[in-house]
């Protein structure tokens, strides 16, 4: 069984064909196809890694677009009537990894 460890978003994920992965917003619509940077690649019993990688692709396609929970973000400041609340939601995307391809 094939799997790598691609770079997404500030984060890495262990990815197979056919897992879908939550990302930060990509610049694509749904449909597209996008590839990732592979990190490691593991085939087996043979491991990747390093300038080794320029062979590997891992491709995926956009499956839609979405806005990860809403986190509070509270600042208080004691004995100063300081207070403070801002929310945020992220902005994903979810790909499906169609394939991992070694040239």
Do not use: C, W
Not at 47 to 57: C, E, M, R, Y
Request: hydrophobic letters at 40%; charged letters at 30%.
């Amino acid at each position: 069984m094939a799997f790598a460890i691609v770079r997404a978003g500030g984060r890495q994920e262990k990815v197979e064909v056919g897992t879908i992965v939550t990302v930060d917003r990509l610049k694509a619509s749904d449909g597209d196809t996008v590839s990732f940077v592979p990190v490691l690649h593991v085939d087996g019993d043979t491991i990747l890694s390093g300038d080794q990688l320029a062979k590997v692709t891992v491709e995926g396609e956009v499956l839609n677009d979405l806005r990860g929970p809403k986190i509070v973000i509270q600042n208080y400041r004691n004995k100063t009537g300081y207070k403070r609340r801002m929310g945020f939601r992220a902005d994903l995307t979810r790909v499906k990894i169609t394939a991992i391809k070694t040239k």
